[in-house]
């Protein structure tokens, strides 16, 4: 097995969290994206909130003899090898998020409105445009665990890079019912 770094990341709702424990039970090595902030001192507190200056997550690096996961919606900050990229249909999305304590409906319709417009790809095309890719649609709660497996620990050489992917990755505007969801 490699030590190669794959980020975890997606809108939150997507399922990353759910994906890194089933990921954890396969003994793949999995980090919370807030321990890797606190390595790098890139956890600033404000307003009863702890924010990740993603400026700072570039200067953390993986020591490990085996591959190694970063769970978290900026897990793309950090120097990583490739990319998961967890998306969820808008409308599951909104469900998804109001059932979560603390998001309100302004915070539920900023993350619905970021997964519907596919935001997490302009970051990717801008931080690692050449870094292999794998978008993954979580609305149906049906992971493919081992495909997933595969692509930390295999080679990579026949995944699309993040610039080739963009224009063939989910695209939850010409869906009939995504913009409904805002």
């Known amino acids: 097995m490699s030590s190669k770094v794959v980020a975890l990341t997606g809108s939150p709702g997507t399922g990353k969290s759910t994906l890194a424990r089933l990921l954890a039970e396969q003994d793949i090595h999995v980090l919370r994206l807030e ?11 404000s307003a009863d909130l702890n924010e990740v ?10 020591n490990g003899n085996r591959p ?4 978290g919606h900026l897990s793309h900050y950090c120097n990583v090898d490739c990319v998961i990229v967890l998306r969820c249909h808008p409308s599951e999305l909104r469900i998804r998020l109001e059932q979560r304590p603390g998001y309100g409906p302004d915070k539920v319709a900023s993350n619905v409105e970021w997964e ?3 935001g997490v790809w302009s970051e990717l095309a801008h931080l690692h445009p050449s870094h292999k890719v794998l978008e993954l649609d979580t609305t149906e709660h049906n992971l493919d665990i ?18 080739d992917s963009i224009l063939a990755s989910i695209d939850w505007i010409s869906a009939e019912d995504a913009t409904e969801s805002i």
């Open 35 to 45: 321990d890797v902030a606190r390595s790098v001192n890139g956890i600033h507190a």
């Open 53 to 62: 200056e993603t400026n700072k997550l570039s200067h953390w690096n993986w």
């Open 68 to 71: 190694c996961v970063i769970d």
């Open 116 to 118: 519907l417009l596919g």
């Open 146 to 163: 081992e495909r997933v497996i595969q692509f930390i620990i295999g080679d990579n050489t026949t995944d699309a890079s993040i610039e």
